[in-house]
């Protein structure tokens, strides 16, 4: 980590306000930008510095983070007109921590390498409890040199950091995650439905049954927010979909069937029939659910 680092960060919602917080509370100066000036005022009074777009951040900043909502976002913040790459220096790293499509992480990539620009693309798993904690598992796909440069800072935001290979790797590895959580999702809603309708005590029978082959990171965090009845986001329910739609995508792109993938995305488009795509993912218990949500 280099103390002559200016570090840049465009994304400070759910899980990009604790990420940047977290290089913040290091001693990093920090750059931010965010679409809803808002969502940004409590890094400000951390210590932030407000720029108003991102070619303006660009200007000031040689190592720069994103996680925006979907991969339109990030090529237009990378791509477009005053996008980063228009902006930044030679010698600038640009890391995408925005779950995105393996196909544009390439095609930023190689379009930094003809800016003299270097790029990560660096997708995280953890959720905003997570990004809170600085526990975050960090997939990133890029050049080991670039990840090396990444890693003092990833480390602030991390504990399971891994260089997965070249440019669109970390996005391949992050959709993988994606696509298991999809039946762990799907098992533990359907579980605590039948564990209520047949009546048993739901919290008594997760007390029981975490230990064993059920457990999982998503019934330890997850369930208890089912049963208390809490659904804010940890990870937006409109999110998640546009992941499953993307590893879909890269399926077809490989001639790969993915029948629970497809089944518990369109679950999940019921979950935002009923009004929660901005809820979170434990969401998809309310389709299960009786009682007044």
């Known amino acids: 980590m280099s103390n002559k680092d200016i570090l840049g960060f465009i994304g400070t919602g759910v899980m990009g306000a604790s990420m940047a917080g977290h290089l913040l509370a290091a001693g990093n100066e920090v750059h931010i930008y965010n679409r809803t000036k808002t969502k940004a005022k409590k890094l400000m009074e951390m210590g932030a510095v407000w720029e108003d777009s991102p070619s303006a951040l660009a200007s000031k900043c040689n190592i720069i983070f994103t996680i925006v909502g979907y991969p339109k976002d990030v090529e237009e913040v990378y791509l477009g007109k005053n996008g980063l790459l228009e902006s930044a220096a030679k010698g600038t790293l640009?890391?995408?921590?925005?779950?995105?499509?393996?196909?544009?992480?390439?095609?930023?990539?190689?379009?930094?390498?003809?800016?003299?620009?270097a790029v990560l693309d660096a997708p995280v798993t953890g959720g905003d409890k997570g990004a809170r904690d600085a526990v975050l598992t960090i997939l990133v796909g890029g050049s080991k040199k670039d990840f090396d440069r990444a890693l003092p800072y990833f480390k602030l935001m991390g504990t399971k950091i891994r260089h997965m290979g070249t440019a669109g790797y970390g996005q391949k590895t992050k959709l993988v995650?994606?696509?298991?959580?999809?039946?762990?999702m799907t098992g533990m809603c359907e579980g605590l439905a039948f564990a209520r309708e047949c009546g048993l005590d739901p919290k008594e029978?997760?007390?029981?049954?975490s230990g064993g082959a059920a457990g999982s990171w998503s019934l330890t965090n997850y369930a208890p927010r089912i049963l208390d009845r809490d659904f804010e986001p940890g990870f937006f329910v409109k999110h998640y979909i546009k992941d499953m739609i993307l590893a879909e995508e890269?399926?077809?792109?490989?001639?790969?069937?993915?029948?629970?993938?497809?089944l518990t995305r369109a679950l999940y488009e019921d979950v935002v029939e009923i009004g929660l795509e901005n809820a979170g993912t434990q969401s998809l218990f309310c389709l299960y659910d009786q009682v007044d949500k």
């Open 94 to 117: 640009l890391i995408d921590m925005t779950t995105s499509s393996p196909k544009l992480a390439c095609k930023i990539w190689e379009a930094g390498n003809l800016h003299d620009i």
């Open 205 to 209: 029978v997760l007390e029981a049954i």
């Open 250 to 262: 890269a399926a077809d792109e490989i001639g790969l069937d993915l029948p629970a993938l497809s």
């Open 177 to 184: 995650n994606q696509i298991a959580l999809a039946g762990t």
